[in-house]
């Protein structure tokens, strides 16, 4: 560490700001602490005293701490109490434009008031503003018409964004309130967007222009695929990229090419050095610097790109002065500078994973290096550049593991391929757009070459991201963990410099990985243990999507939500949920009824083989959503079955279908009223599901089965429409518990007032997926209880 000097400072005030962001202590404790410590330490370095040293490490800890706590100004909240408020006025200042994509670009919005039910209300906050609109030339428009400093004002809906929905989810509402933005205003007609001021701030708004302007050319350039991933790699802007497509690059362990980072900046400065060449070395190496910091602006400043770039200046500055350069020292530096504009970026994943990275490849590659002793000189880059894929990968793995939850087992090799292509891509996006200056037909030509390269790049990441061993599922990966990793990482490390006998090594490594692996394990916990029935309604929006885990370890799953073009319910929320939850496959699909609400998730589950069996109700041949449902799951060979009374043991429990779809008294029935109806006892608990069932389909349940129907907790039917739930079918069930799936501010009006006032005159507790999100109850057979996931 002598050498060193700013990397123990600088870990210090890191550790402030993290103690200042979980513990809670008096700021005025804190600060006069820290003014006492330091001036003593102040006093004692000039007297030459050696404690000095420690009591600087110790200022450094509470420096971070009061920096942070100045800095913080408190969670920015959603500032109203509905989540959802039509016709709501905002008035602000356009602080920044995301780039127009997809019929819709975003403002962010300084306000200075809001209006709701003609109430004017002053509120100083941050809002973003989505707008969208079918008419694409009114939107292109208004789009190059707004400039960052305009004054708007904005009528649209207001809503909270969304948060944590269901386990291992992601909480956009907790992201925006890191960006310190209260809300999100949709805005779909242009008229609602109306300028008041056209004052314009020149500086963030020719960063902006420019922007747009490499967007644009970008998009005349390319194809579709070639230009999303151009501004991701050139304007930090993946917005074009699609899920599926970012899902292959998580699993070939490749996803990091996409965040613009130090590779980007690098293959960037080595386009200016080739551009600069002939230039002698001091206006060269400013040009460079001053051609680095553009591109940090135009990339809207990343973490892991503004780490490049001080990291660079500061190497370039070193070089100029004649001076030794320390890496560790520069990212030491890069790292304070961007905690002292922002201390909340210690908490940005960007931020973790390009330094992680970086300070592992700065510490491991050397090591690694010094060990590669072959002569062949095409075999030692090989082996010399699998040691910086190695060293960042391990460096960044317990952040890729808490956020991803996949260890890629092919990445190092589809490293060895990706990154090559990345850099040829990059180069020539570049040569294409200041060549398209001089020569649109020329730029033809190099982008046409670009969308070669990029075709081979999505090839290679298609086939290393779909093969069943590219990853494996860490569900449970926790930051203390991560610590742990961490701690023994750091004894490996040590014990490769100290250790010259290989089998005393090996002996070593073993033991070191043998207790990792047990380590790692102890503070692993299953949100739905064994040995207990627990029941999953997932938030799936306006749908229904419920998770059944049988004692002895059966899955059965009723209905999946729907799906579309844009978003399915079955790829996006079913999938990372089981995968959170670390099942393997589904025993039992139930299909409810063939609404696309009900069964259109199921379609990416049957495909992808998640799903052992379905049930669902008798083949309805005048629907042709039926026949092809019924030729995907022939096609997937999945076995099938009819809704018929049936009965099937679980261990200790039973499950009950209550209805035969294939009998006449259904023929007549609509699809609601076909709607498979299941009975689960475990014990003395009992819960009833009755998919979208209506008053006919109740009134044939009753007199069937009368008493047999009293449950402990219903699903209440059609999302607590009052098409469903007549009260003498309530008085007939009996339950203690109501359970509503119903979509977050849908626009059907689930669940009606009518409903929810029946059931709570009945004494019957209801829970919401649209006010609470998932929902889990566990049975130990004697009574229920409610989990807590959050």
């Keep these: 560490m002598k050498d060193y000097p700013l990397i123990?400072?600088?870990l210090f005030f890191v550790f402030g700001i993290l103690g200042a962001n979980s513990f809670s202590f008096?700021?005025?404790y804190i600060f006069s602490s820290f003014v006492i410590i330091t001036i003593i330490a102040i006093l004692l370095q000039i007297k030459k005293n050696k404690f000095s040293a420690f009591l600087f490490l110790l200022s450094s800890i509470l420096f971070g701490s009061v920096y942070s706590s100045i800095c913080d100004n408190g969670n920015v909240q959603y500032p109203f109490e509905k989540t959802k408020i039509s016709k709501t006025v905002i008035s602000g200042k356009i602080e920044n434009i995301e780039l127009l994509h997809n019929n819709e670009f975003k403002l962010l919005i300084s306000t200075d008031s809001v209006n709701i039910n003609d109430s004017a209300i002053a509120l100083h906050t941050k809002i973003q503003c989505n707008i969208s609109s079918e008419a694409n030339k009114k939107l292109e428009k208004l789009y190059d018409k707004l400039a960052i400093g305009n004054k708007l004002k904005l009528i649209g809906t207001l809503r909270k964004g969304r948060d944590k929905r269901n386990p291992g989810e992601f909480d956009y509402y907790k992201y925006l309130q890191s960006k310190e933005i209260a809300g999100i205003l949709y805005v779909r007609e242009i008229k609602n967007v109306i300028q008041t001021d056209f004052s314009v701030n020149l500086f963030y708004n020719s960063i902006f222009e420019a922007r747009k302007w490499i967007s644009n050319r970008i998009d005349k350039l390319h194809n579709r695929e070639?230009?999303?991933?151009?501004?991701?790699?050139?304007?930090?802007?993946?917005?074009?990229i699609d899920y599926r497509t970012k899902e292959s690059f998580i699993n070939s362990g490749v996803i990091h090419v996409l965040a613009v980072s130090g590779l980007h900046v690098g293959f960037i400065v080595?386009?200016?050095?080739?551009?600069?060449?002939?230039?002698?070395?001091?206006?060269?190496?400013?040009?460079?610097?001053?051609?680095?910091?553009?591109?940090?602006?135009?990339?809207?400043?990343?973490?892991?790109?503004?780490?490049?770039?001080?990291?660079?200046?500061?190497?370039?500055?070193?070089?100029?002065?004649?001076?030794?350069?320390?890496?560790?020292?520069?990212l030491a530096i890069a790292a304070f500078i961007l905690l002292l504009i922002n201390p909340a970026e210690i908490f940005n994943p960007g931020f973790q994973l390009s330094f992680s990275a970086v300070a592992s490849i700065l510490i491991v590659y050397p090591i690694l290096s010094s060990k590669i002793k072959t002569?062949?000189?095409?075999?030692?880059?090989?082996?010399?550049?699998?040691?910086?894929?190695?060293?960042?990968?391990?460096?960044?793995?317990?952040?890729?593991?808490?956020?991803?939850?996949?260890?890629?087992?092919?990445?190092?090799?589809?490293?060895?391929?990706?990154?090559p292509i990345i850099g040829i891509i990059v180069g020539l996006g570049v040569l294409t757009i200041f060549v398209s200056i001089f020569s649109t037909i020329l730029a033809i030509y190099f982008g046409s070459a670009n969308m070669l390269a990029t075709n081979i790049l999505m090839e290679i990441v298609n086939f290393t991201g779909t093969q069943q061993f590219s990853f494996l599922f860490i569900p449970n990966f926790s930051i203390i963990d991560g610590i742990i990793f961490y701690v023994y990482f750091s004894v490996i490390i040590y014990s490769i410099q100290k250790f010259n006998n290989i089998y005393a090594s090996i002996i070593l490594y073993l033991l070191i990985g043998l207790n990792l692996y047990f380590i790692l394990q102890i503070d692993d916990k299953q949100l739905l243990p064994d040995n207990l029935l627990s029941i999953v309604m997932i938030d799936i929006g306006q749908g229904d999507g419920i998770f059944i885990k049988f004692p002895n370890g059966k899955t059965a799953l009723i209905d999946a939500g729907n799906a579309n073009l844009d978003f399915d319910n079955g790829e996006r929320i079913i999938t990372p949920l089981l995968r959170r939850l670390s099942?393997?496959?589904?025993?039992?699909?139930?299909?409810?009824?063939?609404?696309?609400?009900?069964y259109k998730g199921f379609l990416y589950l049957i495909k992808n083989g998640w799903i052992k069996e379905i049930y669902k109700p008798q083949i309805d041949s005048s629907q042709q959503k039926d026949l092809d449902l019924e030729q995907i799951i022939n096609d997937c060979e999945v076995k099938l079955n009819y809704y018929s009374k049936t009965k099937m043991s679980f261990g200790n429990v039973r499950l009950y279908i209550l209805n035969d779809t294939t009998n006449y008294e259904y023929i007549n029935f609509d699809s609601n009223n076909n709607s498979g109806i299941i009975k689960i006892i475990h014990g003395n608990n009992s819960i009833l599901f009755v998919g979208d069932a209506e008053k006919e389909s109740e009134r044939l349940m009753i007199n069937e089965y009368g008493k047999f129907l009293k449950s402990d907790i219903l699903k209440i039917g059609h999302h607590?429409?009052?098409?469903?739930?007549?009260?003498?079918?309530?008085?007939?069930?009996?339950?203690?518990?109501?359970?509503?799936?119903?979509?977050?501010?849908?626009?059907?009006?689930?669940?009606?007032?009518?409903?929810?006032?029946?059931?709570?005159?009945?004494?019957?507790?209801?829970?919401?997926?649209?006010?609470?999100?998932?929902?889990?109850f566990q049975s130990n057979g004697k009574l229920f209880t409610k989990i807590n996931w959050r």
């Design 270 to 330: 080595l386009i200016f050095m080739f551009l600069f060449s002939r230039v002698s070395i001091y206006p060269r190496t400013i040009l460079i610097i001053i051609g680095i910091i553009c591109f940090l602006l135009i990339t809207n400043s990343p973490a892991s790109v503004f780490r490049a770039t001080i990291m660079i200046v500061v190497m370039f500055m070193v070089y100029l002065s004649n001076r030794k350069y320390s890496s560790l020292n520069s």
């Design 226 to 240: 070639t230009a999303s991933l151009l501004k991701g790699l050139l304007l930090a802007d993946r917005s074009e």
């Design 375 to 419: 002569e062949n000189k095409a075999l030692k880059f090989l082996l010399l550049f699998s040691a910086v894929s190695f060293s960042a990968q391990i460096g960044t793995l317990p952040f890729t593991l808490i956020y991803f939850q996949k260890l890629s087992i092919i990445a190092l090799f589809a490293n060895l391929l990706v990154i």
């Design 583 to 598: 099942i393997k496959q589904i025993d039992y699909g139930f299909i409810s009824h063939v609404d696309s609400d009900h």
């Design 8 to 10: 123990k400072y600088v």
């Design 720 to 776: 607590g429409s009052k098409s469903s739930s007549s009260q003498v079918f309530i008085d007939q069930v009996s339950p203690k518990i109501g359970l509503i799936s119903a979509g977050l501010n849908n626009s059907f009006g689930h669940p009606t007032k009518l409903i929810i006032d029946r059931f709570t005159s009945s004494d019957v507790k209801l829970y919401r997926t649209d006010l609470e999100g998932a929902i889990i």
């Design 26 to 28: 008096p700021f005025q």
